[in-house]
């Protein structure tokens, strides 16, 4: 696993020089690592899946300590830094605010079961691994579109400054009138707000998808993702999600510049009836896919659930996926596996 091309790591490794001095801004430490993955037409995206049998069993229970141990490889993988703490400071610094988007949509149909623990214990690995790299844990944000939707899976609502905050984006705008932009960003022929989570409180963020499928687009990933967060995802669903839709939602710059890092929670999979999670439709995966790059890394996550659809002799969700290659026409990233680098980790 740690064995690498030593002429790919050495140039990475130059490229980064002429940036080094610049590791304290925030935007430009953004665009470089972005530039980085997707700027040459020459250059792969990096993914890294990486895979254990173990780190969740049938009822949903986490082994904690197995999960910490694939994001640390998974990370180093990915950056090809020495420690894990350089591995993230690749990305992030001390004084990022750093917003953590979760896709919690339909799990409500899981209560009282062991899988609603999975995006709890992700995060909180996740959050160990910034304090280890210098960044506080009151740095952090972990969002998504309502509060009910965090208390559903067992988190504390907490919006004040100086600590963790968990929140979501409805019930500021409920509470308050402001929990979307005052901004109107173009959509197509179309127009939209984006949560002030991302436009006021935060200088980066880590997309965490889930690995499920969704009626329209085929499957939810980290483009998918960013439904939650506009203030009115419902006029973007058809057809499939596009004309206008998930790519051009992905193109609002102040989305595009602020996310620096994709980590799909692929700890559970949903290969069916998504985006509500059904218990009989559901497998225990084991997964956390790795990238920079969302179109690359949803393009994975696409091929993990089509893989399971075919086992169970279900048609493929291909027909439905059509935003991979229109997001790749605009310049988000690349669905042509041709040009992704996949590194597969077993633990």
């Not at 141990?69 to 090809?80: G, V, Y």
């Not at 917003?99 to 995060?123: A, E, H, I, R, S």
């Not at 690995?125 to 965090?150: F, H, M, T, Y």
């Not at 919006?159 to 009138?177: D, F, S």
């Amino acid at each position: 696993m740690k064995s690498k091309n030593l002429l790919r790591r050495d140039f990475i490794k130059k490229s980064a020089v002429g940036v080094t001095g610049l590791m304290f801004s925030r935007s430009l430490a953004a665009q470089v690592n972005m530039t980085q993955t997707l700027s040459s037409a020459n250059s792969k995206s990096r993914v890294i899946h990486v895979h254990s049998d173990k780190v969740i069993d049938e009822s949903g229970k986490i082994n904690q300590a197995l999960l910490q141990k694939m994001l640390d490889e998974a990370m180093l993988a990915l950056t090809w830094k020495k420690s894990v703490a350089e591995a993230w400071q690749h990305y992030f610094t001390p004084y990022d605010i750093i917003g953590m988007k979760l896709n919690l949509n339909g799990f409500m149909y899981l209560q009282g079961t062991d899988f609603l623990t999975n995006y709890p214990v992700l995060t909180k690995v996740i959050l160990n691994r910034l304090s280890k790299a210098g960044i506080p844990e009151q740095n952090a944000i972990i969002w998504d579109r309502s509060d009910q939707e965090l208390t559903d899976l067992g988190y504390e609502i907490q919006k004040n400054k100086g600590a963790l905050r968990i929140m979501g984006t409805v019930e500021q705008r409920r509470a308050r009138g402001n929990g979307y932009s005052t901004e109107t960003f173009s959509i197509g022929d179309k127009t939209t707000h984006v949560s002030n989570i991302i436009t006021k409180h935060c200088t980066a963020l880590i997309n965490i998808p889930i690995l499920k499928t969704h009626r329209n687009a085929g499957v939810t990933g980290s483009l998918k993702n960013h439904y939650g967060s506009i203030d009115n995802p419902y006029e973007f669903h058809s057809p499939s999600c596009v004309n206008p839709g998930i790519p051009e939602i992905n193109s609002i710059p102040v989305i595009r510049n602020k996310q620096r890092l994709v980590i799909c929670n692929g700890l559970i999979g949903l290969f069916d009836g998504g985006p509500r999670w059904q218990k009989e439709a559901m497998w225990a995966e084991g997964s956390l896919i790795l990238g920079v790059d969302p179109v690359a890394v949803d393009t994975i996550m696409f091929d993990i659930i089509d893989k399971k659809r075919n086992e169970k002799n279900m048609e493929s969700i291909a027909p439905r996926v059509k935003h991979l290659q229109l997001s790749e026409k605009l310049g988000l990233g690349t669905c042509d596996r041709d040009m992704i680098d996949l590194e597969k980790v077993e633990i």
